[in-house]
């Protein structure tokens, strides 16, 4: 599947008949040209405080607190498979996630933000980057920069790394987000993830983290501010009470791409 072409295997284990390392398994079949490939696995499971318990493994076999558009997946993959009606509440580490399908449009409630901090340096390189930081479920550093579209990969790869592993950070590292303003209630992103360690085509925890600090920091607007990124276009919208936002949504598109089966 995949949200904006940022792309997952989903498995359904909800009869939990499969006992395997799904961490082993993420890292091999996550990888391109040799195996599936993917940006992440996901992995389905019987839920007690919601309708189902959402797993969700990186690139590199490390298991996720969350993910934006994982989650958008996971919904649509539940109310295709016909186990939950248009509404759900699905289990992640990061806390309950609710989701709403209708057609190929999914949007999920996203828990609150946390860990929001101003504008803050790193010693990059011998040079100081400005950075912001705030937590959508996973952590994410915001970058500000003109023509972001522009940026070559091979330094969204290598700036994005060396924030992501910077010592700032340790243990767990972070998600690296390079935004630019584009107009009112408009913003372009492009992020690195951690855990699939390089640039990916679209990141939902990214659009939702990137949305507020731009919005609060920088005058992006109110919301719903609508997310640029290689993959597509998602919208974040969110209510703003003083120094907390809540009631944080991501909407945007998925696909199936295909159904097949692999041998454990």
């Not at 696995?41 to 959402?54: H, N, Q, S, V």
């Not at 500000?144 to 969204?156: I, L, S, Y």
Request: proline share 4%.
């Amino acid at each position: 599947m995949s949200g904006h072409g940022n792309d997952f295997i989903v498995i359904d284990n909800r009869s939990e008949n499969i006992i395997t390392n799904w961490s082993e398994r993420a890292s091999a079949w996550c990888k391109r040209r040799t195996s599936i490939g993917a940006d992440g696995l996901l992995i389905i499971e019987p839920g007690k405080a919601g309708d189902f318990r959402l797993r969700i493994f990186n690139a590199d076999g490390s298991e996720a607190e969350m993910c934006g558009n994982g989650a958008r997946c996971a919904a649509g993959f539940a109310m295709k498979k016909d186990f939950v009606k248009s509404q759900m509440v699905m289990e992640t580490m990061a806390g309950l996630v609710g989701a709403f399908v209708k057609d190929e449009m999914v949007a999920i409630q996203l828990t609150a933000p946390s860990s929001l901090a101003d504008k803050d340096s790193l010693d990059i390189d011998g040079m100081r980057l400005p950075f912001y930081f705030i937590n959508s479920g996973v952590p994410h550093a915001i970058i500000f920069r003109d023509r972001v579209a522009e940026m070559p990969a091979d330094e969204v790869a290598k700036t994005g790394y060396a924030v992501r592993s910077h010592q700032a950070f340790e243990p767990a590292g972070t998600n690296v987000d390079f935004v630019e303003i584009i107009g009112p209630g408009r913003i372009r992103v492009r992020t690195y993830e951690r855990g699939v360690e390089e640039e990916t085509l679209a990141c939902g925890t990214g659009a939702v983290a990137s949305s507020i600090i731009s919005s609060r920091f920088k005058g992006a607007g109110d919301p719903p501010i609508q997310v640029e990124m290689p993959g597509g276009t998602l919208t974040v919208d969110f209510k703003n009470r003083g120094n907390s936002f809540e009631e944080v949504w991501l909407k945007g598109k998925i696909e199936f791409a295909y159904e097949g089966r692999i041998t454990i």
